[in-house]
């Protein structure tokens, strides 16, 4: 897998880099956490950890004060044109 990273890095499709900026722009997001890789299929992931809110109520769930995230994509093609499959980083969730 390539490691990609969240820099403005030109050798990167213009929807990858425009994924990757809108979510280093994103208040939630922790910016050194954002990453991108490819895998030889092609698939697409892009990494990042998401600060969360405190519950009102007792949750049902463990959430956690940040919560790592998972963006699965067909293929860099797809990132930014289709919805990916959100999948949280953690095995235990």
Same mark, same amino acid.
């Given at each position: 897998?390539?490691?990609?990273?969240?820099?403005?890095?030109? $050798? +990167?499709?213009?929807?990858?880099? %425009?994924?990757?900026?809108? &979510?280093?722009?994103?208040? =939630? *997001?922790?910016?050194?956490?954002?990453?991108?890789? $490819? +895998?030889?299929?092609?698939?697409? %992931?892009?990494?990042?950890? &998401?600060?969360?809110?405190? =519950? *009102?109520?007792?949750?049902?769930?463990?959430?956690?004060?940040?919560?790592?995230?998972?963006?699965?994509?067909?293929?860099?093609?797809?990132?930014?044109?289709?919805?990916?499959?959100?999948?949280?980083?953690?095995?235990?969730?």
């Amino acid at each position: 897998m390539a490691d990609c990273g969240a820099s403005d890095n030109s $050798a +990167e499709p213009k929807n990858l880099r %425009w994924e990757l900026l809108r &979510l280093a722009n994103s208040p =939630a *997001v922790v910016l050194d956490s954002i990453v991108s890789q $490819a +895998e030889d299929d092609g698939t697409t %992931w892009i990494r990042f950890d &998401l600060q969360t809110d405190q =519950a *009102v109520g007792i949750p049902k769930n463990d959430i956690r004060n940040v919560e790592p995230i998972r963006l699965r994509y067909e293929s860099v093609a797809a990132v930014g044109l289709s919805a990916p499959a959100v999948l949280s980083g953690r095995e235990d969730f």
